[in-house]
């Protein structure tokens, strides 16, 4: 199998080694972001999404997570 978002083999919860990585980061770093700025999971996604110092890992995979979760919403 590959991962979610590009076609490296998957190392863990279906992401690549360096998907992975930024996923468990941006999972990590949004606890920080809500107490600061009281913001959405969605909202921080697009907000990391569009940030220029965010690294092109994350924001793949901040994509993919709003992606993911608009389908969601759509399939409900």
Request: charged share 30%; with cysteine; proline share 1%.
């Amino acid at each position: 199998m590959s991962c979610k978002i590009c076609s490296q083999p998957i190392k863990e919860e279906g992401y690549c080694i360096v998907h992975l990585k930024a996923y468990q980061n941006i999972c990590k770093k949004f606890e920080a972001w809500k107490k600061a700025l009281e913001v959405s999971w969605i909202d921080y996604l697009v907000n990391i999404s569009k940030n220029s110092l965010t690294g092109e890992w994350a924001k793949e995979v901040a994509k993919y997570l709003i992606e993911d979760e608009s389908r969601n919403v759509k399939e409900r």
